[in-house]
């Protein structure tokens, strides 16, 4: 095991600047996740850090020695890919035994090797079988068998779930989550699925352009993001943003949306920003709203009602403005009906129009 440094790592292709300067820190054992939209960079830093991709600025470490120049099968790393990359010639047993094999290993330890990853993994009784004998959960973990026999001082994944259906993706994070505990490799692991990164990460590294937005771990992220785009993007369903206008008095503070509704201002320990008149975006997340009377928060308009069984979505509708709301009762509203809304007030948010930037720290 070993921990990674990237320092300050750019990387262009042409005139395109695909990585603008990233700085991240994995300590040995942890599960780190870089997650963000497509084209924000974090599959393209994956191979920079796999020796795939040429580094135009920066430097790697692994394990305290910088690998920019290192080739690929030195940096005692293994990589488990998003399309399985199994050889449809060998069988299970032969396509995790391959890179032993490649590196000249005794064949007694290769064997040994491959007994015990089938053990963790499942795969004792699929040895003899060919991956088109496979299903793809199955071949996912063959991947993963491959990686493991290596003993690498790094695991790399590369959206590893993006191809099974949403049942077995399921299955399959807990099984790498439940591997990660007990093999304790520092692991490195890149999806667009912000679910994967809350349930997986010892580390969430939030990108977007080519820069990191936010890292830190998954409730640090969710409880206090850094601005409104980690804000939106960590959450299932996403933060509900109302833009607005911060009126301070003294130190009472208030925002006001567009009909002239007005909620207190979030707070936090180390107090608000902003100034009076100031343009904001309040932030509360759907499972953050209750039910209220009259007058006392947000006057909306259902406009669908979704029930998922143990929870309730709601749909609503507040000037401009759409919102979702999540609540563990049975509601029988119907749309049209006009319900009041009530923000969890110590579980709100408050940004800055123009930057995105929080304002209320805690």
């Known amino acids: 095991m070993a921990s990674v440094q990237i320092r300050g790592i750019k990387k262009q292709f042409g005139s395109t600047q695909v990585i603008r300067g990233v700085d991240i820190d994995i300590a040995d054992g942890e599960f780190a996740v870089l997650v963000g939209p497509s084209g924000c960079g974090k599959s393209t830093l994956l191979r920079m850090l796999a020796g795939l991709e040429e580094i135009n600025e920066g430097e790697i470490a692994i394990g305290g020695t910088v690998v920019n120049n290192v080739q690929p099968k030195d940096r005692d790393i293994a990589m488990v890919f998003q399309n399985y990359a199994l050889y449809p010639h060998m069988t299970v047993n032969d396509n995790m035994a391959f890179s032993l094999m490649l590196a000249k290993k005794e064949k007694s330890l290769i064997q040994q090797q491959v007994k015990k990853a089938a053990e963790i993994l499942g795969l004792t009784q699929l040895l003899d079988r060919y991956p088109r004998q496979l299903s793809g959960g199955q071949r996912q973990r063959v991947a993963m068998g491959r990686a493991i026999v290596r003993d690498p001082q790094v695991f790399l994944f590369d959206e590893p779930l993006s191809n099974l259906d949403a049942k077995l993706r399921v299955q399959m994070r807990t099984e790498i989550k439940e591997l990660h505990q007990r093999l304790r490799t520092t692991s490195v692991y890149v999806t667009h699925d912000q679910i994967e990164a809350m349930t997986m990460a010892d580390q969430i590294v939030v990108m977007r352009d080519g820069l990191v937005e936010q890292r830190g771990r998954p409730l640090e992220l969710y409880d206090r993001p850094a601005n409104v785009f980690v804000a939106g993007f960590i959450g299932s369903p996403s933060m ?118 929080t304002l209320a720290a805690g």
Not at 296 to 305: D, E, F, Q, R, S
């Open 240 to 357: 509900n943003f109302i833009p607005g206008t911060l009126r301070r008095t003294g130190d009472h503070a208030e925002v006001e949306f567009a009909d002239g509704t007005r909620l207190p201002a979030p707070y936090r320990e180390r107090g608000l920003g902003g100034v009076d008149g100031q343009r904001v975006t309040y932030g509360v997340r759907p499972e953050h709203l209750s039910i209220g009377n009259a007058g006392a928060g947000i006057p909306t308009k259902v406009i669908v009602v979704e029930p998922t069984g143990a929870d309730t979505e709601v749909y609503v509708r507040f000037a401009d403005t759409s919102l979702t709301s999540i609540f563990r009762e049975r509601h029988t509203f119907t749309p049209g009906d006009i319900i009041t809304l009530v923000p969890d007030h110590p579980n709100t948010h408050l940004f800055d129009a123009e930057t995105g930037k």
